[in-house]
């Protein structure tokens, strides 16, 4: 049974940084793209950073040139490098790994950007 659990979230001031985690398992393939959303109050699930088996990344715009998606394929873990965090951020943070045809979900880790 695959499973994604998320780490890292946390409240942090306005300009300050975070490392959220997600450790897979579960599965053996090695062909699997990850990925991370996130969903705020009111609003739609929206994908942020993904990353994909061969180690390709894409971005939303809103995040780009803040936040750095990475992965450990030996140990099965993701990671989203969140600096100059903006309260616009504040959302809660979910992890997706779609492993061959299957879609996976974390359960979200809540990430606060306030002063």
Known sequence: ???LVESGGGL???GGSLRLSCAASGFTS???HMSWYRQAPGKE??????ITSAGGT???????GRFTISKDDAKKMVYLQMNSLKP?????YYCRAL???????????QVTVSS
């Open 58 to 64: 894409n971005y939303a715009d809103s995040v780009k």
């Open 45 to 50: 699930r929206e994908l942020v950073a993904a």
């Open 99 to 109: 492993v061959g045809f299957l879609n996976y979900w974390g359960q979200g880790t």
């Open 12 to 14: 942090v001031q306005p």
């Open 88 to 92: 616009e951020d504040t959302a809660v």
């Open 1 to 3: 049974q695959v499973q």
């Open 30 to 32: 090695r062909t699997y």
